[in-house]
């Protein structure tokens, strides 16, 4: 399986972004999930999905402004960012967990995708 991240780009502090990872090859068991590295910052979590799409969960510090889902028919995951602030930019990364219930360490993610720079001006 091959993960891509796609849809970041330079928005306004407080504008939406949805962002896509596009996985080749069926990964509707995987679960997924999508961390942010910032500059100058080690790689942290943001939120994952479980592989039917029946639970997310987030970092607090995220909680009830992004939100994640799921088609498998289309092989796609979402990440939708609304409220966006300049501490936001990041380049952000979707990976998948063959476990399908996915978790907020890295390690528990076999695969990953390249990841998508998100630039949030003020």
């Known amino acids: 399986v091959q993960l891509q991240a796609s849809g970041g780009g330079l928005v306004q502090a407080g504008d939406s972004l949805r962002l896509s990872c596009e996985a080749s090859g069926t990964f509707s068991m995987y679960a997924v999930g999508w961390f942010r590295q910032a500059p100058g910052k080690e790689r942290e979590f943001v939120g994952a999905?479980?592989?039917?799409?029946?639970?997310?969960y987030f970092a607090d510090s995220l909680k009830g402004r992004f939100t994640i889902s799921r088609d498998n028919a289309k092989n796609t995951v979402y990440l939708q960012m609304n409220s966006l602030k300049p501490e936001d930019t990041a380049v952000y990364y979707c990976?998948?967990?063959?476990?399908?219930?996915?978790?907020?360490?890295?390690?528990?993610?076999?695969?990953w995708g390249q990841g998508t720079l998100v630039t949030v001006s003020s």
């Open positions: 999905i479980t592989w039917t799409g029946a639970r997310t």
């Open positions: 990976a998948g967990d063959l476990r399908g219930y996915g978790s907020s360490r890295s390690r528990e993610y076999e695969y």
